[in-house]
């Protein structure tokens, strides 16, 4: 690749040649600010809070979509330029509504850190200002066009990492606004609830629905016992929230935090994963060995769930049948846990703690779980209930449900459920206990994931696939028949559950999302290997609890398994 040679702000800087300014800026150590900009995704320079200025050029230019040249002189700070922002972040401001102090994107407002830090002026541009309403139809997410700024950024995620288009830019001018098809609420769209869109917003336009009101009910009334149950990813995340590194896994402080909280027990998602894979593996063999509903889709994931049954409906039925695992968990909380320690239903509540947005819409057709609160709502709550979280003590998780192995534990990383699967499938499959478990041809990669093994004489054909843009193509390939596979895994957040809709907010600006997914699946394939059970049928606790119920009572396939609908 061609060098060029360019001056930033008086340093000489040598960038590529496919470099813009924003990016050789970057290299050179040089912040741009940026609202509308994501890498690879969104670079239309809508915001203009970019601009700088470029020597020869009549007018400011933006950094984020102006390739560089040889030669090229750039001020990026002198006063035009810091004016000009100034102005534009004033505009944006003068069409917001800015009831920051309650807005749930307070403190990770970009445009709030702009607007401080370029001293803009309350109320300096006065005119018409547009009035939405709420868009409350999603049991996932919350859309507020008042605090939008038009950036696009949920536009272009939707469209070209998710492959959904549930949102677009609508009607011009002053009357431009991000909507749905026809004017429709957006549970009347293709949106799939994966809540991508919230972690690129730079404002409070789009956020999570909060389930946090709904749990300080079960919690205040002293009939309820309430139980909640840890995903894998939520561990590598809550941390951020509390100034540690991406990626520090810390399971032993969120219990505590949990137990403070009020929760009368805490259990743990991969328990449930265990679980998924001891039925999943079942599954998957009776269908290798009948060659039938080949390839079988993980089911773990309601967002890819719902793609398939809106754009895929003829494949709804390769979809593996297992509940998801805290579905699953959720079905053994209640009808076992609960007649053992003789709990009534009614007084029972499960409040499911996720990365995940989706999780509120897989709910509502499900009577297991009452409530699923995200990793940064979870957040939220530690923070009203005053704990200090860097200073609280490590507990563990409660048991019978709070024992996992290795296996469960890695659900929360792209290639985790596949490899977990084959830890149990290749045992069954060789009629022995194969000691090598670190099955790492089908972990992390960038998008899509091809493989194959062989396992007595039989060669599995894998794919593993994280966002719903690749998942696309790979369908396509299985429609058309230049591709075949008996397993595929598909989860529809980049990189998996450890970038789920919703984790803590991230600066896209300075990470992409495989780089964010990398760093907190580290953690998970770390305490993975430090662990004595790795293996889902190895989990003693799991395995007692097919022995002296769900076996006997033939209930495994009742409770742990259900139909897809379209």
Not at 129 to 143: A, G, H, M, Q
Not at 354 to 378: F, G, N, S, Y
Not at 400 to 410: E, Q, T, V, W
Request: charged residues 25%.
């Amino acid at each position: 690749m061609a060098k060029v040679n360019l001056i930033i702000d008086g340093v000489n800087v040598e960038a590529d040649s496919s470099d813009t300014i924003l990016s050789a800026a970057k290299k050179a150590g040089i912040i741009i600010p940026t609202l509308c900009y994501l890498k690879d995704i969104n670079c239309d320079g809508a915001c203009r809070v970019c601009v700088v200025e470029c020597k020869g050029k009549k007018n400011l230019i933006t950094a984020c979509n102006t390739p560089v040249s040889d030669g090229m002189e750039i001020e990026t700070c002198n006063p035009k330029v810091l004016e000009a922002r100034k102005t534009n972040i004033e505009l944006l401001l003068s069409n917001h509504n800015k009831n920051c102090l309650t807005c749930g994107k307070n403190l990770n407002c970009k445009l709030q850190q702009y607007s401080y830090e370029f001293g803009c002026e309350e109320g300096k541009i006065n005119g018409v200002k547009n009035n939405y309403e709420l868009d409350l139809s999603s049991p996932c997410i919350v859309r507020d066009n008042n605090k939008c700024i038009l950036c696009g950024r949920c536009v272009q995620v939707c469209k070209n990492i998710q492959a959904t288009s549930a949102i677009q830019k609508q009607k011009r001018g002053f009357n431009t606004m991000i909507d749905c098809a026809f004017d429709k609420p957006i549970n009347e769209s293709n949106c799939v609830g994966c809540g991508q869109c919230v972690l690129v917003c730079p404002t409070g336009a789009l956020l999570e629905k909060s389930n946090i009101k709904k749990v300080m009910e079960f919690l205040s009334n002293p009939k309820n016992v309430v139980i909640a149950q840890v995903a894998p990813s939520v561990r590598v995340a809550i941390n951020e929230e509390f100034g540690y590194p991406i990626g520090t896994f810390n399971e032993g402080k969120l219990v505590t935090a949990l137990k403070r909280i009020g929760f009368n027990k805490v259990f743990d998602v991969n328990v449930g994963a265990d679980f998924t894979v001891i039925e999943e593996s079942e599954e998957l063999i009776e269908r290798i060995k009948t060659n039938t509903l080949i390839p079988q889709f993980s089911s773990c994931c309601p967002a890819w769930v719902k793609y398939v049954k809106l754009h895929y409906p003829n494949y709804v039925k390769n979809l593996s049948t297992c509940k998801s695992p805290n579905e699953m968990l959720g079905a053994v909380i209640k009808n076992y846990y609960a007649k053992q320690n003789n709990i009534p239903l009614e007084n029972i509540k499960v409040v499911a703690i996720m990365p995940c947005t989706a999780k509120k819409m897989e709910i509502e057709d499900d009577e297991d779980v009452d409530a699923v609160l995200t990793t940064r709502e979870l957040a939220t709550f530690i923070k009203y209930k005053n704990l200090s979280f860097t200073h609280l003590l490590e507990t563990q998780f409660d048991n019978p449900l709070g024992h996992y192995s290795g296996a469960g534990l890695i659900f929360g990383a792209t290639g985790g459920v596949t490899e977990a699967v084959l830890r149990t499938a290749v045992d069954k499959l060789t009629n022995k206990d194969n000691s090598n478990v670190d099955f790492k041809i089908v972990r992390q990669g960038d998008g899509i994931k091809e493989t194959e093994l062989n396992v007595d004489g039989i060669t599995l054909k894998l794919c593993v696939v994280s966002g719903l843009k690749n998942a696309q193509t790979v369908m396509e390939q299985i429609a058309s028949g230049k591709k075949h596979f008996h397993f595929v895994e598909v989860m529809a957040c980049p990189g998996g559950c450890v970038n789920g809709g919703g984790q803590p907010f991230v600066d896209y600006t300075k990470y992409d999302y495989y780089q964010i997914a990398k760093m907190r699946a580290k953690g998970l394939y770390e305490f993975d290997a430090k662990l004595t059970d790795r293996k889902s049928h190895k989990n003693t606790f799991v395995t007692e609890i097919y022995d002296k119920f769900l076996l006997p009572n033939k209930l495994n396939h009742k409770l742990l398994h259900h139909e897809h609908k379209i």
